[in-house]
């Protein structure tokens, strides 16, 4: 028995038979009224005696209460009958808490013979716990945190050959303290193990990319805890807009990134994934705007000893890189969608300025793209008197308007076009030197027409 092990015994004697049980005595006295505790005494002596099989003693047991106890218990002699049958039998020498527990559960029934192992390898994430004991017991485990509730208690009943088996799924990080209820007729044994799950680690190391090919910079989280710690080391790679991944997981069985699975040989694994699946679910303005857009990619990777849950935040290619300069031509990825609600990327200045309509709306879910190209219109300077100088000065004047062409995404097909003009500036009385006077057209009107226009297009 482990020192653990031992020390939850001892707090479970000292449970067992506290002091002020002693009140229910019906002592049977020597003469001058001194309590004749002998036979109870030889009785404690023994188990204070107890050794485990290896030598060790199996507690420190206070004799006196332990005396006391078992003379309370003259008022259930099944109960003190069972506590000797404890001490006298020898297969519970290293069990003789748990023993001593089940004789106050059961009235005196006695305990029933059981076994606790614990398998941390399935399910992948959770924890099976595996009983021998006798045929058709049951058997119920409960899984309390050090901090929180307990999780709902689990039951069996073991088979023919006297197994039961108890499994929970994913299992939070934290220490739990485990108590296994078996119980057969009247005699009932409890179990008690503690139970720590701790997190793990997955760990990503750069390589040499291919010729053509790029370096990808990752972040790694995980969101899952899981049970053990398992290393897992990655290599990225990025070459034409796909990411290969190469996974080593020790004891690894099947991987799945972003949908995307492949299946561990010799603890190793590779993958590759279309980038472009992974900005088609960014949001449109992030993607297209940002220099740098990161996109979220989900990975599972099942192990023989734990299931390892998290998220790898990827550098992915800008959406400018494949829009501007604009030519009609389609922007599709994987998995699109044949229609999504009406959201327009706007372009202006060869940028991307924003997203009319559904501002929140993803790639994938964008159906048009407009372009407005701005035209100037020059027209007659305003003419000054420069007091500095002495002298007469004209200034440029012009106005600029828009043509706006709606595109549709998919297909690169103009839609719709309109022309706006700008409102015609007149010459301020006065003006700053190095001024210029202009007007542009109104972009609040422009959008409001690319909206309307795509809400109307079916």
């Known amino acids: 028995m482990t020192p653990r092990h031992l020390s939850s015994r001892r707090a479970l004697i000292a449970a067992t038979l506290p002091v002020a049980c002693a009140l229910l005595l019906t002592a049977c006295c020597l003469p001058g009224g001194v309590p004749d505790f002998s036979e109870e005494a030889k009785t404690c002596e023994k188990i204070k005696g107890l050794k485990t099989k290896d ?27 069972c506590f000797r049958s404890c001490v006298d039998d020898a297969r519970f020498s290293e069990d003789i808490g748990v023993c001593f527990e089940s004789c106050e559960l059961s009235g005196g029934a006695g305990s029933v013979k059981a076994s606790l192992k614990i398998d941390r390898s399935n399910p992948p994430g959770g924890v099976t716990f595996k009983v021998k004991t006798k045929a058709k017991a049951k058997v119920e485990v409960l899984l309390s945190p050090a901090y929180g509730d307990p999780m709902a208690p689990k039951k069996a009943k073991a088979d023919k050959k006297g197994k ?104 190793k694994a590779k993958l590759t994934l279309d980038l472009n699946g992974a900005v088609a679910e960014l949001n449109a303005f992030t993607a297209a705007a940002a220099f740098s857009p990161r996109a979220s990619l989900p990975f599972t990777v099942d192990a023989k000893a734990a299931r390892i849950k998290g998220s790898l935040s990827c550098a992915v290619p800008s959406l400018s890189s494949k829009i501007i300069p604009y030519k009609q031509q389609p922007i599709t990825f994987p998995g699109d969608l044949t229609r999504g609600n009406g959201a327009t990327l706007l372009i202006r200045y060869d940028k991307v300025q924003e997203v009319v309509g559904d501002t929140s709306a993803k790639i994938k879910q964008v159906d048009f793209i407009a372009v407005a190209t701005t035209r100037e219109k020059k027209l007659s300077p305003c003419p000054y008197f420069d007091p500095n100088t002495g002298s007469n000065v004209r200034v440029d004047r ?61």
């Open 55 to 81: 030598g060790a003693q199996t507690f420190d047991l206070d004799v006196d209460t332990c005396t006391w106890r078992l003379k309370a218990l003259e008022d259930k002699p099944k109960v003190a009958s």
């Open 164 to 267: 039961a088996t108890v499994s929970f799924g994913e299992v939070k990080r934290a220490t739990y303290n485990v108590e296994v209820t078996v119980t057969l007729g009247k005699k009932i044994t409890k179990l008690r193990e503690q139970l720590t799950v701790d997190t793990g680690a997955v760990e990503f190391e750069g390589i040499s990319p291919k010729k053509g090919g790029k370096p990808v910079e990752c972040d790694i989280a995980l969101e899952k805890p899981f049970v053990d710690t398992i290393q897992a080391k990655g290599a990225l790679q990025s070459d034409k807009d796909r990411l290969t991944l190469r996974f080593k997981v020790s004891g690894g069985k099947s991987i799945s990134v972003n949908g995307q699975k492949a299946s561990f040989k010799k603890d």
């Open 398 to 458: 012009a106005r600029y308007d828009e043509d706006v062409t709606l595109y549709d995404r998919r297909t690169g097909k103009p839609l719709k076009s309109k022309s706006f003009t700008a409102s015609t500036p007149g010459c301020p009385l006065t003006i700053a030197p190095g001024s210029t006077i202009s007007e542009f057209a109104d972009t609040t009107k422009v959008t409001a027409w690319i909206e309307a226009t795509a809400r109307a297009i079916k």
